[in-house]
């Protein structure tokens, strides 16, 4: 089946640092991704769509200059979270988009990553 | 605008039972609608979904059936298991930018 990873797992980074997480489709091309971020005990918000090739689109209230999402390849796309804050604390999670053909593609949701800072 | 809502946990449950966790909808146009299941320590999955109205989705066990005139996907199963303990979402997807709106989780607890 369809497989996205993420890397790192977990990272605890001091405020102010830039942290990079990584998400990557291993089997299959993802032309669309998205991150979310999950708070203790509530759902997942929708933080972004990631496209190849092209900007990507934001979320409202979400800080685009904070969160710097580059969609490098068919397979890849990272979340910079920059000049991090306690507050930025959270699990970030990514999915990937599997198309077949026209129509509705399915998402593949990546392990998460664990973003502790302190 | 387009939101989900479900039931709240946690939900605890002995092994053998049957298991409702409630969910309904507000859309706008006629959403594709999910359950996802995320175990412990994993990421999440898709468990069923349907994208008509009456449409039943099942998988595993569990089965949910699209009911427009209700706005509702309710998921059930006859007999839980240890194993199905974890966190249930309900979501639902609008147009084709693939974008999921998600519910807030149930978590459920199932005792051997």
């Known amino acids: 089946g369809a497989v996205v990873s993420q890397h790192p797992s977990r990272v605890i980074c001091k405020s102010g640092t830039s942290v990079k997480i990584e998400c990557r489709s291993l089997?299959?091309?993802?032309?669309?991704m998205f991150w979310y971020r999950q708070f203790p005990k509530q759902s997942l918000m929708l933080m972004a769509t990631?496209?190849?090739?092209?900007?990507?689109?934001?979320e409202q209230g979400v800080e685009k200059d904070k969160f710097l999402i580059n969609h490098a390849s068919l397979t890849l796309s990272t979340l910079t979270v920059t000049s991090a804050h306690p507050e930025d604390s959270s699990f970030y999670i990514c999915?990937?988009?599997?198309?077949?053909?026209?129509?509705?593609?399915?998402?593949?949701f990546g392990p998460g990553t664990r973003l502790t800072v302190t | 605008g387009n939101s989900v809502t479900q039931m709240e946990g946690p939900v605890t449950l002995s092994e053998e039972a049957f298991l409702t966790i409630n969910c309904t909808y507000t859309?706008?146009?006629?959403?594709?609608l999910f359950w996802y299941v995320q175990y412990p320590g994993e990421g999440l999955q898709l468990l069923l979904k349907?994208?008509?109205?009456?449409d039943k989705g099942s998988n595993k066990g569990f089965e949910a059936t699209y009911r427009k005139e209700t706005t509702s996907f309710h998921l059930e199963k006859g007999s839980v298991q240890v194993s199905d303990s974890a966190v249930y979402f309900c979501?639902?997807?609008?147009?084709?930018?693939?974008?999921?709106?998600f519910g807030k989780g149930t978590r459920l607890h199932i005792l051997p």
């Open positions: 089997d299959f091309q993802a032309t669309t």
């Open positions: 990631s496209n190849e090739g092209s900007k990507a689109t934001y």
């Open positions: 349907a994208t008509k109205a009456d």
């Open positions: 999915s990937a988009v599997l198309r077949g053909g026209a129509g509705l593609g399915e998402q593949y």
């Open positions: 979501a639902l997807s609008v147009g084709r930018d693939d974008k999921i709106i």
């Open positions: 859309a706008t146009g006629y959403p594709s």
